[in-house]
């Protein structure tokens, strides 16, 4: 069974902070990671996707991968109240994506 | 979420009454899927389809059914509805069934099964 694990929150964080999310997975195949961001009563939408270690920005985002710690992050800079949302992590190799539970985040004006 | 679409949007049933989720997408990606979400539960797949003829069962499939009924259109039916069956189902799209591929998802159906 493949398993991608995240902390449930909710994470909050001051209005202009450094938002951190983390993710781990039991898969050591898998492929392909991404982040999803998800708004109360909304469907996901994707924010970013990484595929070999190291870092990756985009904007305010910069997702994170260690292949050999099996960890993926996200970090949000500057972070912003409407940046408050379910953001889950999302892991696939030659599968369907496989999602964590969701880490809620709150930003706090 | 421009380029899938689901319907209905909201839905109520009796148990053991049966019902179909309709998904049609326009962005002429070869695959789609089926996710549940409930609380505490995150995304579970229930079935998908890599590309047009063939289908899959994922994580959760007992109780559904799906039709890919040509390379737009993927439904989901549930032939007698239980109250575990209340839950909030996307569907969502890729390009392909490689891993390099995110998925785009539909707003959504919010089914309660009393």
């Known amino acids: 069974q493949k398993e991608v694990e995240q902390n449930s929150g909710p994470l909050s964080v001051p209005e202009g902070a450094i938002a951190s999310l983390n993710c781990t997975y039991s898969d050591r195949g898998s492929q392909s990671f991404f982040w999803y961001r998800q708004y109360s009563g909304k469907s996901p939408e994707l924010i970013m996707s990484?595929?070999?270690?190291g870092d990756k920005e985009d904007g305010r985002f910069t997702a994170q991968l260690n292949k050999a710690s099996q960890y993926v992050s996200l970090l949000i800079r500057d972070s912003q109240p409407s940046d408050s949302a379910t953001y889950l992590c999302?892991?696939?190799?030659?599968?369907?994506?496989?999602f964590g539970k969701g880490t809620r985040l709150s930003v706090i004006a | 979420n421009a380029g899938v679409t689901q319907t209905p949007k909201f839905q109520v049933l009796k148990t053991g009454q049966s019902m179909t989720l309709q998904c049609a997408q326009d962005?002429?990606?070869?695959?789609m899927y089926w996710y549940r979400q409930d609380p505490g539960m995150g995304l579970r797949l229930i079935y998908y389809s890599a590309s047009e003829g063939t289908t899959d069962k994922g994580e959760v499939p007992n109780g559904y059914n799906v039709s890919r009924l040509n390379k737009r259109e993927f439904s989901l039916r549930l032939e007698s509805a239980a109250p575990s069956q209340t839950s909030v189902y996307f569907c969502?799209?890729?390009?392909?069934?490689?891993?390099?591929?995110?998925?785009?998802f539909g707003s959504g159906t919010r089914l309660t099964v009393v």
């Open positions: 969502a799209i890729s390009a392909g069934p490689g891993a390099n591929y995110g998925y785009t």
């Open positions: 962005m002429n990606h070869n695959s």
């Open positions: 990484i595929y070999s270690n």
């Open positions: 999302a892991v696939r190799g030659n599968t369907p994506l496989v």
